[in-house]
């Protein structure tokens, strides 16, 4: 027997807690920011989605109305677990196996997800003194002939200088150990500086559990 996720998740609070994220001091309406608002049924697909009339400019609204949410043909519960996935680093295809989704789906939730995020975000000014890391950049002559040439004569020369005394090729050896040496220890170097930021990133930026969630939906539901 299969256990669908899905089915462990009630709409109704999934609609609650959006009210409660995205309201926290009574429902406003997107267009105007009035307050005089007034309940105007439920949605006819979506029973739990609540429908509301702003007596200041006439216009009627939704729970879902200018988020990211509003406009998918894909239920509440299916982003909200969707965003709660994320929270736990797992791929687009385990969401998708999770969700009963195609992996296409689940990328595009996943982006418009973390797009939303990122629109939401005040631009950043640096200010005073700043301080930027190294960044190592392996480039390839693919599309330029001529620097193919130039590397592929490289060995050649050096090879000659070498063969000039055995002091010299003693001279070039040791240099090519020390440099493959120096490029061991910056490697190393920049694998734990990258899981060094893997780890904060995860432990900041995708926290796990209902606290996690609840900081995505809010930041998702934000003016």
Not at 40 to 63: A, K, P
Request: charged share 30%.
């Amino acid at each position: 027997m299969t256990i669908s996720i899905q089915r462990l998740i009630d709409d109704a609070k999934c609609y609650e807690m959006v009210r409660e994220l995205r309201w926290p001091d009574g429902v406003t309406c997107p267009h105007c920011s009035g307050h005089e608002v007034v309940k105007n049924g439920h949605d006819t697909t979506e029973r739990d989605r609540q429908r509301y009339c702003c007596s200041t400019c006439r216009r009627s609204f939704d729970d879902l109305t200018d988020t990211v949410f509003a406009g998918h043909h894909q239920p509440l519960r299916v982003w909200m677990l969707c965003s709660y996935l994320m929270g736990l680093n797992l791929s687009n295809l385990q969401i998708a196996r999770e969700l009963s989704l195609s992996e296409t789906q689940a990328q595009e939730m996943a982006t418009q997800l973390r797009q939303s995020i990122v629109d939401r975000q005040e631009p950043i000014t640096l200010e005073g003194e700043v301080e930027c890391d190294e960044v190592y950049v392996v480039a390839g002559h693919k599309g330029h002939p001529e620097a193919v040439k130039k590397r592929a004569k490289r060995p050649q020369a050096t090879f000659e200088r070498g063969a000039w005394s055995r002091h010299s090729c003693e001279r070039e050896a040791t240099y090519f150990r020390n440099d493959s040496a120096r490029r061991k220890r910056r490697d190393a170097d920049a694998r734990k500086r990258s899981a060094k930021d893997n780890s904060a990133h995860h432990r900041v930026g995708h926290c796990p559990g209902h606290d996690g969630l609840h900081r995505r939906v809010r930041h998702l539901l934000s003016p």
